[in-house]
Antibody, heavy 118, light 106 residues
Framework: QVQLQQSGAELAKPGSSVKISCKAS????????ISWIKQTTGQGLEYIGY????????NYNEKFKGKATLTVDKSSSTAFMQLSSLTPDDSAVYYC???????????WGQGVMVTVSS | DIQMTQSPASLSASLGETVTIECLAS??????LAWYQQKPGKSPQLLIY???SLHTGVPSRFSGSGSGTQYSLKINSLQPEDFASYYC????????FGAGTKLELK
């Protein structure tokens, strides 16, 4: 069965970076992009961008350019998102998700809670 | 970006009732619309895609309809496991989500 397994919760200091992972299983990894989505109580669900798992090409929501960097390791079927220059506004749950077609995300990771605090 | 306006923000209903959640897009999204269910502490789960197509394994009491800028999610005969938050999502261009509807047990 399709699974997206994300890394564990992160506690980070302002100004630092974190890198979270999303390991895919149960399907051919390079047949689907991986997208990333941020969820906060205040802003709801926000789309960050996607990575083409075959070519490594990326596309970012304008709001997250310079904040998020998406990469992929095909050998381990794992996608990564690095968040840099962290501020308290980056505190959120971050999900990876598989775009299954028709613009919908058919499978989601369990989410990673990132807390930015001094 | 396409804005998605979802209503109501919260909804109280009883077991066995039928409820409808609405989603209004700021422009025509040509039925490229998805609905998700999210329970506390869990990730969103896809219910409906292409406005009216049921995702694999989703019970038939869930249905989606609409076109153009107006869409709705209907849940027939509410079951205990249906009390959750629901989100619509535009899939036409850069994905955007509605603010959510929290469905609570009356």
């Amino acid at each position: 069965q399709v699974q997206l397994q994300q890394s564990g919760a992160e506690l980070a200091k302002p100004g630092s970076s974190v890198k979270i992972s999303c390991k895919a299983s149960g399907y051919t990894f390079t047949s689907y992009y991986i997208s990333w989505i941020k969820q906060t109580t205040g802003q709801g669900l926000e789309y960050i961008g996607y990575i083409n798992t075959g070519s490594g090409g990326t596309n970012y929501n304008e709001k997250f350019k310079g904040k998020a960097t998406l990469t992929v390791d095909k050998s381990s079927s794992t996608a990564f998102m690095q968040l840099s220059s962290l501020t308290p506004d980056d505190s959120a749950v971050y999900y990876c998700a598989r775009p299954g077609g028709s613009g919908a995300f058919d499978y989601w990771g369990q989410g990673v809670m990132v807390t930015v605090s001094s | 970006d396409i804005q998605m306006t979802q209503s109501p923000a919260s909804l109280s209903a009883s077991l066995g009732e039928t409820v409808t959640i609405e989603c209004l897009a700021s422009e025509d999204i040509y039925d490229i619309l998805a609905w998700y269910q999210q329970k506390p502490g869990k990730s969103p789960q896809l219910l409906i895609y292409d406005a009216s197509s049921l995702h694999t394994g989703v019970p038939s009491r869930f249905s989606g309809s609409g076109s153009g800028t107006q869409y709705s999610l209907k849940i027939n005969s509410l079951q205990p496991e249906d009390f959750a938050s629901y989100y619509c999502q535009n899939g036409l261009s850069a994905p955007t989500f509605g603010a959510g509807t929290k469905l609570e047990l009356k």
